[in-house]
């Protein structure tokens, strides 16, 4: 990943209502879930929802897939890889058991809770 595209990604997951949309996504799995769904879980307005969708669709982060009449959104995984890889790349100076733990905390989660991570 290039440092624009990590910039613009964590740029679009520095506000509250967005961390808040992009992490339920991420919880939801490959299925993702209806806008209307993301906005009764989240409490927000369907108009800064939808701002809110498209800015983090730009940023890769958010999928959407049209199925009949609803919109369904989903983690974009693959950049959400990609930016934790870049965030990760030159971690720990040669010294493995400062971002170790962070590596097997992700994969147990994911293993636990079988998602598409």
Do not use: W
């Amino acid at each position: 990943m290039e440092t624009q595209s990590a910039v613009g990604a964590l740029s679009a997951l520095a506000h509250s209502g967005r961390l808040e949309v992009f992490r339920l996504l991420v919880q939801a799995g490959a299925d993702g879930m209806a806008a209307g769904e993301i906005a009764r879980a989240t409490g927000s307005l369907s108009n800064t929802l939808s701002t809110n969708l498209g800015i983090l669709a730009a940023a890769g982060l958010v999928t959407s897939n049209r199925q009949g009449r609803s919109i369904i959104y989903a983690a974009g995984y693959g950049q959400m890889r990609e930016l934790l890889a870049f965030l990760m790349e030159d971690c720990c100076g040669g010294k493995p058991e400062i971002c170790g733990p962070l590596a097997d905390l992700a994969s147990l989660r994911c293993d636990a809770e079988a998602r598409s991570c």
